[in-house]
């Protein structure tokens, strides 16, 4: 699945890697003193402008990369640039989100996404409150700046928990990590250095790779329209508390074979999508779990329809979501 590709690369520029630090943790803390860190943490992520390095641990590998952003009146511009590996890079604006791949010379092309490589907080903190527990925990150092950390924990084993590093003076993110049920860090991000407030010049957000002579997909269009909203032929039956449907699609996902049905799920933090898709003859078909880092992906067939779960969420949350498919 192509759109899965983009997807999947551009999610691991959300986090990355450190050693693990000690926090000097404050007792009673208020309740909104998490959520006002949160939402202008979030304020600033698109508002500001910055150029900044930073590494990402995932998999048992660490990966530098570099993010330039800036914010204007015209909208928001990104490009994101690997240091290290194959020679990739991401560039984003309110349209659209475009991938370039030398090593498998190819080239992307899809629709605006939230905010990479940071998680895209809701506004509504409090409607995460039936699912999450947020918590001021005190200050910590990093990069040489003194930040604010703040905590999102999970209440079921369907979740994943988040704990940010926030800049006290501007508010920006300095430091990401997502952990599991049991606190285990699966996947981190830290600046190693990070430049705020700069002018950005117009040649920092072009891309060094031009892509001549790549092969390009492109999203959307003709082959892949959209379904009327509300009206899918399959459902889940039983989702997790909190996770309701937020879009419905009919795309295309094989050349030669019938549209799939994409339903995607939220709890207004973690996202998990379900595809439905006719199988097509001496196919293979996938079934059972699969992961990769915190991404996790379920597989099962049903009535000669493949049906796939993933999102980046417990093994728990996909599975219990692709046994409860059905017709609607």
């Avoid at 511009?77 to 475009?98: F, H, I």
């Avoid at 920092?204 to 959307?220: D, H, I």
Wanted: with cysteine; aromatic share 8%; charged share 20%.
């Amino acid at each position: 699945m192509a759109s899965n590709k983009i997807v999947k690369w551009l999610l691991p520029a959300l986090l990355a890697a450190a050693a693990a630090v000690s926090l000097q943790a404050e007792a009673d803390v208020p309740p909104d003193s998490a959520r006002q860190w949160l939402g202008n943490m979030s304020r600033s992520l698109q508002s500001l402008d910055y150029d900044g390095t930073f590494v990402y641990y995932h998999d048992g590998k660490l990966e530098a990369m570099r993010i330039v952003h800036q914010a204007s009146a015209g909208g928001e511009k990104e490009r994101l640039m690997s240091l290290t590996g194959s020679a990739r890079e991401v560039l984003r604006d309110d349209k659209a989100v475009t991938c370039i791949m030398p090593d498998k010379k190819s080239v992307m092309v899809g629709q605006s996404r939230p905010r990479q490589p940071f998680p895209d907080v809701p506004a509504d903190l409090d409607s995460l409150s039936p699912y999450y527990q947020l918590q001021d925990v005190g200050e910590d150092r990093v990069a040489g700046l003194m930040t604010r950390v703040i905590d999102i924990t999970p209440r079921d084993k369907y979740r994943y928990g988040y704990r940010f590093w926030i800049d006290t003076a501007n508010y920006m993110l300095l430091k990401f990590e997502l952990s599991a049920v049991d606190g285990t860090a699966i996947e981190q991000v830290m600046f190693t250095d990070l430049r705020v407030g700069d002018r950005i010049p117009a040649a920092a957000l072009e891309p060094s790779l031009t892509g001549e002579g790549y092969n390009w997909f492109r999203q959307g269009g003709g082959e892949n329209p959209a379904a009327a909203p509300g009206q899918p032929e399959w459902t889940v039956k039983q989702t997790p508390a909190g996770f309701v449907m937020t879009n419905y699609q009919r795309k295309r996902l094989h050349q030669g074979g019938e549209p799939a049905e994409h339903m995607v799920f939220s709890d207004g933090l973690a996202t998990v999508s379900v595809y439905v898709e006719k199988m097509l003859d001496n196919s293979t078909a996938f079934t059972g779990l699969s992961n990769m880092g915190a991404m996790n992906a379920y597989g099962a067939v049903l009535d000669d329809h493949q049906v796939t779960v993933v999102g980046e969420v417990p093994a728990a949350t996909v599975q219990s979501m692709a046994r409860t498919v059905g017709r609607r």
